[in-house]
């Protein structure tokens, strides 16, 4: 079946350190999305790429950073440059757009916790 | 003004009653409008897109009002599974990838 897999569903993180969300779409779709989620509060976007090794920043870009080497995968890293990191994490995808169908597809998201 | 922004929560209705909830966005411009349903501590799922004529999805009736820019979701005959948080997803800056802003959500519980 087709769909988006992020990994892990639990992270703990310990000050100073950075960590690799990981997120693959089987889709074959040329967007892809981060957003974090804060208790009560709807997505924020993070980063997203409309197409391989091109990338934009979204409104809470600081201490993250992304890479898309590979239409299939988009991962996020959480620097120790980002103060309050604890979130729920969720990467999406969509066709893109200009292709007049931006619906978006999410992963099952990650949980990610300052130890 | 927030870019997105929906009827504050949380909604307690009884099964079977009607609920409806509104959501306004600043950005005239805006074409795509999305109803998503998020369950609790799970990724959010697409319940509708939402089109200029209005559109129907069984209980389900979503509606858009471009001159006062607003989109609209009626839920009839509510169920115990209707309960979960609805977040309303609108189009944003156009020549900046047409990225979709997201609403904080309006979370509706359904009693027996």
């Known amino acids: 079946d087709g769909g988006i897999t992020q990994s892990p569903k639990y992270l703990f993180r310990k000050e100073g350190q950075n960590v690799t969300l990981s997120c693959e779409q089987n889709l074959n779709h040329d967007a892809m999305y981060w957003y974090r989620q804060d208790p009560g509060q709807g997505l924020r976007l993070i980063y997203y790429?409309?197409?391989?090794?091109?990338?934009q920043k979204g409104d809470i870009a600081e201490g993250y950073s992304v890479s898309r080497e590979k239409k299939e995968s988009f991962p996020l890293t959480v620097t120790s440059a980002q103060k309050n990191p604890t979130a729920f994490y969720l990467c999406a995808s969509s066709m893109g757009t200009g292709t007049g169908d931006e619906k978006l597809f999410f992963g099952s998201g990650t949980q990610l916790s300052v130890l | 003004r927030k870019e997105v922004e929906q009827d504050p929560g949380p909604f307690n209705v009884p099964e079977g009653a009607t609920v409806a909830f509104n959501c306004t966005y600043s950005?005239?411009?805006?074409?795509?409008f999305f109803w998503y349903r998020q369950d609790c501590r799970k990724e959010p799922k697409l319940l509708m897109s939402v089109y200029s004529s209005g559109n129907e999805d069984g209980r389900f009736t979503a509606q858009l009002n471009r001159a006062s820019q607003y989109i609209s979701l009626l839920i009839r005959d509510s169920k115990l599974s209707d309960s979960a948080t609805y977040l309303c997803?609108?189009?944003?800056?156009?020549?900046?990838?047409?990225?979709?802003?997201f609403g904080q959500g309006t979370e509706l519980s359904v009693k027996p």
């Open positions: 997803v609108v189009n944003g800056v156009y020549n900046q990838g047409g990225k979709l802003i």
């Open positions: 790429s409309q197409i391989v090794n091109d990338f």
């Open positions: 950005n005239s411009a805006s074409q795509s």
